[in-house]
């Protein structure tokens, strides 16, 4: 089956610093979307991103759907950033998401 | 903002014993989901539902069933708790589209002794 990869398992910047996830998909029937969970809580959607590059606030995800690849950029972290930010994709025509096990982010002062 | 509730948002069960956890949602989302997520294994599927009276099979159904009854309410059910159950349980609705994504309820932490 489809399978979601997402590097690094974790990551540690001081607050300002910017970050980069990166999630990588063996399907090539995209509809990448990133959610945010925060310690011991629920998922949040993020954005959903079939293709291209997309801005919301500080975030910025850019999928390449040929190379089976997305990224989520955050621009000048903030504590409050701190959490876990899981990338899915969507499963060929169905209404599965398959999800990777998620980017750890600590943002510290 | 879209809405999901799950209940109880805590349970202890004893192995063998009958667990349901339910979930309402407020959207009117065709397609509703439960997942588990535990440590190494990230979120996985257990059962779908496409609308009223359906229920699809995930990635790991075994030992659950899922009851679908109304456009709101979506149900899973544990028949004969297992320890290997024991997780943390979301519920999802959402529908399918060029923008899509899914709304997650806030969670159940289930303990199986």
């Known amino acids: 089956g489809q399978q979601v990869q997402q590097s690094p398992a974790s990551l540690v910047l001081q607050e300002g610093e910017n970050a980069e996830l990166q999630c990588n998909f063996s399907s090539t029937a995209t509809r990448l979307q990133w959610f945010y969970q925060r310690p011991g809580g629920s998922l949040v959607s993020l954005l959903s991103n079939p293709s291209g590059t997309k801005h919301t606030g500080r975030l910025t995800s850019t999928t390449v759907t040929k190379e089976r690849r997305g990224s989520l950029h955050i621009s000048s972290s903030q504590i409050t950033d701190s959490g876990t930010y899981l990338c899915?994709?969507?499963?060929?025509?169905?209404?599965?998401?398959?999800f990777g096990e998620g980017t750890k982010l600590t943002v510290s002062s | 903002e879209a809405a999901v509730t799950q209940s109880p948002r805590n349970k202890v069960a004893v192995t063998g014993g009958k667990v349901t956890l339910s979930c309402n949602q407020t959207?009117?989302?065709?397609?509703m989901y439960w997942y588990r997520q535990d440590t190494g294994h990230g979120l996985r599927l257990i059962h779908y539902s496409y609308g009223a009276g359906s229920t699809e099979k995930g990635d790991i159904p075994d030992g659950y069933k899922a009851s679908r009854p109304s456009q709101e309410n979506f149900s899973l059910i544990l028949e004969l708790a297992t320890p290997s159950q024991t997780s943390v349980y979301f519920c999802?609705?959402?529908?399918?589209?060029?923008?899509?994504?899914?709304?997650f309820g806030p969670g159940t932490r289930l303990l199986v002794l």
């Open positions: 899915a994709n969507r499963q060929g025509g169905s209404a599965k998401l398959i």
């Open positions: 999802a609705s959402g529908d399918v589209g060029y923008q899509d994504t899914q709304y």
């Open positions: 959207n009117n989302h065709n397609n």
